[in-house]
């Protein structure tokens, strides 16, 4: 039977151990089951089992790099737990610890927390642990924001990594709000031709990865570098740019296969404007359903300004 599993994540006193605090209070989510409660960090804030209206939270301090799943197993059947709540360290990558976990547990919910007057200055100092916490939770609560402020900011950061996450923002004044902000792609997704600016390629590019119905049917152009397939015999090559996410080590290439009748006569890193019709298919690039392109037009082009692509 798989385990629950509620992972919150943030950086030193962002309002991790306070709302893991108030949840664990809460009859709704602290019914009497028995729960292993993981601290991979130590704060200010305490936990106070003499408050829940359940004792069966049984609070565990653990070296988050140095904890082995044998380990995490071990203290698993010690309290005869049957879920487990764990605070991360903000300081650390998060997905070692998951790679430790045993295999029967599965996150059931991951929240990141965020100070809303220090986020971006982590953001501009530590970009690839702010990637590594908004990329993967499905809500970011940015607390003790000002009253008044402009949370654009904020905004702009948490869809820039994570389109689909949910954000809450909690002012100094105790309010608390839920985003409600449209994000309106930069391109005209119903235009008979969806023209993707060369500064748009990742935005674009995940967009269609994450929804590709939506492009079905339609026709997109876009600059791109020509990539060779390995088995490239029934006219495929892959246009697509290589995208940097956070930092200089995580540019990838990202592109996606294109049926194209001359792709014989394409050299690889080749600049070229690609337009296309959209279909959502088998591909084995995907080795499952997704974004297949076939060319009506590849005609050479000049590199853009930036030639990495970012969000």
Not at 18 to 33: H, M, P, S, V, Y
Not at 38 to 67: F, M, N, R, T
Not at 272 to 295: D, E, K, N, Q
Request: proline letters at 5%.
């Amino acid at each position: 039977m798989p385990i629950p599993v509620y992972s919150f994540t943030g950086f030193l006193d962002s309002g991790k151990t306070k709302f893991i605090q108030e949840t664990l209070c809460d009859e709704r989510f602290n019914a009497g089951e028995r729960t292993l409660l993981l601290i991979c960090e130590e704060g200010e804030e305490e936990y106070d089992i003499s408050k829940y209206p359940y004792q069966h939270v049984y609070p565990e301090v653990i070296d988050q790099e140095a904890v082995t799943t044998e380990e995490l197993e071990a203290l698993f059947r010690k309290h005869r737990a049957e879920r487990v709540v764990v605070e991360l360290n903000g300081m650390l990558q998060i997905g070692p610890f998951y790679q430790k976990m045993p295999e029967a547990w599965q996150i059931a919910q991951e929240v990141m927390f965020a100070d809303g007057s220090t986020i971006m200055s982590y953001n501009a100092n530590m970009r690839s642990l702010v990637v590594d916490k908004l990329s993967g939770c499905e809500m970011v609560v940015f607390n003790r924001v000002p009253v008044g402020s402009d949370i654009m900011p904020l905004h702009k950061l948490a869809r820039a990594l994570n389109r689909r996450v949910g954000i809450m923002y909690e002012y100094t004044n105790g309010r608390a709000d839920f985003d409600n902000i449209e994000d309106p792609l930069p391109f005209d997704i119903n235009a008979p031709v969806v023209e993707i600016a060369d500064d748009d390629f990742a935005l674009w590019y995940r967009d269609i990865s994450e929804d590709p119905k939506k492009y079905n049917g339609k026709t997109v152009k876009f600059k791109a570098q020509v990539a060779r397939l390995k088995k490239d015999r029934d006219g495929f090559f892959a246009p697509g740019r290589f995208v940097m996410t956070c930092c200089v080590e995580d540019i990838q290439f990202m592109g996606m296969p294109c049926k194209y009748d001359r792709s014989d006569q394409l050299h690889a890193r080749d600049w070229v404007m690609v337009t296309a019709s959209v279909t959502t298919r088998f591909h084995a690039i995907y080795r499952g359903i997704g974004p297949v392109l076939t060319a009506i037009s590849v005609e050479p082009a000049q590199a853009p300004a930036n030639e990495v692509a970012t969000f």
